[in-house]
């Protein structure tokens, strides 16, 4: 499966984004989707991930509350809405594939190309 993130850009805190990721091929549905994101000079870290059908949802503790993923296995399309934004969220966001839950980079064999977004204050 092929990855494609956009919807990034420059937020002010306290705003809102939403990030998608298309997907290529006819097997979105078979894959656990999951965001990542890389800020400056940190390591990439788990941000949420959501199962095949998209009951099933988690989030890393630093934006529970304020993230939420869904998809749209339809539209092969996996989403990040992002709430009350805070600098500390600035970022590149990397959406990506998994055949088995998991919530390290490790596990996720398929990679977007990753979209910038920053948050000012």
């Known amino acids: 499966v092929q990855l494609q993130a956009s919807g990034g850009g420059l937020v002010q805190a306290g705003g809102s984004l939403r990030l998608s990721c298309a997907a290529s091929?006819?097997?979105?549905?078979?894959?656990?989707m999951g965001w990542f994101r890389q800020g400056p000079g940190k390591e990439r870290e788990f941000v949420a991930t959501i199962s095949w059908s998209g009951g099933s949802t988690y989030y890393a503790d630093s934006v529970k509350g304020r993230f939420t993923i869904s998809r749209d296995n339809a539209k092969n399309t996996v989403y990040l809405q992002m709430n009350s934004l805070k600098p500390g969220d600035t970022a590149v966001y990397y959406c990506a594939a998994t055949t088995a839950p998991a919530r390290v980079p490790e596990k996720y064999g398929y990679w977007g190309q990753g979209t910038l977004f920053t948050v000012s204050s």
């Open positions: 091929g006819r097997t979105f549905s078979s894959y656990i």
